[in-house]
């Protein structure tokens, strides 16, 4: 049996952000299977910021070749399957791209487990790879955040952002975040229940994050780089300090002149430690991860706030629309 598939490719490659000419759009018909493939019907996507790290020459993750559907990752459902470990009705998660219609092999895809009242979506969102998963990474496995810290968030009202304060506030810290706009800013203490929120658009960043932490911060989880780097370096606490480096997003325009962190010196003086990470490299906790989300989610303590875009002809729009900082919360396509 035939499938049309709706596809967003790459029509051209661009210095700085990409414009919507950049991108194409057409319709494809899929075939016969090849043995041991799947064809997911595409569910929702999950828009994230290394996206746009795909789209030029050269990239930090690997560059998406001209003509090809735009990689993102998702949920969907197995509508025809030539694999054995794979059944029509199934949802799956993985390299879903973004299309209406995926056909992958078998094994770039993940079977949901969706016991516990665990819907698909969630695998996108408060237990997705590059949503819950990597708040949990950085805040827990890296910074080792404990009760009682002043934990600041950089890009606090962004998807990973947001589960971070959720996730630092159920670990019982004291949590400062630094989002774009005053709304993000009354989302931040609302929602999400921050106790301290900064505009940084429109505030003395540095004046704002000393009077918010007298004491200085014991962990900042990094999703912005750039001058928030540096504030966070100038006010950490005397001594063990942790910093986990998750993103840039203010820097991933021009990877070429990428702003480091001028107070640096820091670290040394206050017997602190700065360190990065990639979330699959802590693959072997994620079961302790989902189990500990999951667990939240069932109490009420996670409930991660959503920003859909419906269809796949905005998946572009939605794209340019992050770094915009047009969204609050998991930034969603449904195709
Ligand atoms: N280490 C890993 O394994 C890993 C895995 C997944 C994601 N990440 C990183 O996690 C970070 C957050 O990703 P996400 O998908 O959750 O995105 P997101 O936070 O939902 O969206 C990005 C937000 O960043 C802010 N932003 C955009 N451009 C900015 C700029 N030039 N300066 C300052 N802020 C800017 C905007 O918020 P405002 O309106 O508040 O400015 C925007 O809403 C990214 O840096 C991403 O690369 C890392």
């Known amino acids: 049996m035939s499938?049309?598939?709706?596809?967003?490719?790459?029509r051209q490659y661009r210095d700085g952000m990409p414009l919507p000419e950049d991108f194409g759009i057409e319709d494809t018909v899929?075939?016969?299977?090849?043995?041991?493939?799947?064809?997911?019907?595409?569910?929702?996507?999950?828009?994230?910021?290394?996206?746009?790290?795909?789209?030029?020459?050269g990239a930090f993750h690997e560059t998406a070749?001209?003509?090809?559907?735009?990689?993102?990752?998702?949920?969907?459902?197995?509508?025809?399957?030539?694999?054995?470990?794979?059944?029509?009705?199934?949802?799956?998660?993985?390299?879903?791209?973004?299309?209406?219609?995926?056909?992958?092999?078998?094994?770039?895809?993940?079977?949901?487990?969706?016991?516990?009242?665990?819907?698909?979506?969630?695998?996108?969102?408060?237990?997705?790879?590059?949503?819950?998963?990597?708040?949990?990474?950085?805040?827990?496995?890296?910074?080792?955040?404990?009760?009682?810290?002043?934990?600041?968030v950089s890009g606090a009202a962004g998807a990973v952002g947001s589960m971070v304060v959720l996730l630092a506030k159920a670990r019982g810290a004291r949590v400062i975040g630094s989002?774009?706009?005053?709304?993000?800013?009354?989302?931040?203490?609302?929602?999400?229940?921050?106790?301290?929120?900064?505009?940084?658009?429109?505030?003395?960043?540095?004046?704002?994050?000393a009077a918010a932490a007298p004491g200085g911060i014991n962990v900042f989880f990094d999703n912005v780089g750039g001058e928030i780097l540096d504030v966070a370096l100038a006010n950490l606490a005397p001594a063990n300090a942790r910093i986990a480096i998750c993103g840039a997003i203010s820097q991933y325009s021009d990877l070429a002149n990428v702003r480091g962190p001028k107070n640096y010196l820091k670290l040394a003086?206050?017997?602190?430690?700065?360190?990065?990470?990639?979330?699959?490299?802590?693959?072997a906790r994620f079961v302790e991860a989902k189990a500990e989300i999951a667990a939240l989610m069932r109490e009420g303590k996670i409930v991660l706030p959503e920003h859909v875009v419906d269809g796949i002809d905005h998946f572009a729009e939605a794209l340019l629309l992050l770094f915009a900082g047009g969204h609050t919360g998991n930034l969603l396509v449904q195709p």
């Not at 828009?47 to 020459?57: G, S, Y």
């Not at 229940?193 to 658009?201: N, T």
Request: aromatic share 6%.
């Open 269 to 283: 003086e206050r017997n602190a430690a700065m360190k990065g990470f990639v979330v699959t490299h802590h693959a």
């Open 3 to 10: 499938h049309t598939n709706r596809r967003v490719f790459i």
């Open 30 to 57: 899929i075939g016969a299977l090849p043995a041991e493939h799947a064809l997911v019907k595409v569910d929702t996507l999950s828009m994230d910021a290394w996206i746009r790290t795909t789209l030029t020459p």
């Open 179 to 209: 989002a774009g706009g005053p709304d993000k800013c009354r989302y931040l203490v609302d929602k999400l229940g921050a106790d301290v929120a900064i505009d940084y658009k429109n505030a003395d960043l540095a004046a704002e994050v």
């Open 65 to 152: 070749g001209l003509g090809s559907t735009i990689r993102a990752l998702g949920v969907g459902q197995v509508v025809e399957s030539t694999a054995a470990g794979l059944s029509a009705g199934d949802w799956v998660y993985g390299p879903l791209s973004a299309q209406t219609h995926a056909l992958l092999p078998a094994g770039a895809l993940t079977k949901l487990d969706l016991s516990n009242s665990i819907q698909p979506r969630d695998y996108v969102g408060p237990l997705g790879l590059t949503t819950g998963l990597t708040a949990w990474v950085g805040l827990i496995a890296v910074a080792e955040v404990e009760a009682g810290d002043t934990v600041l």
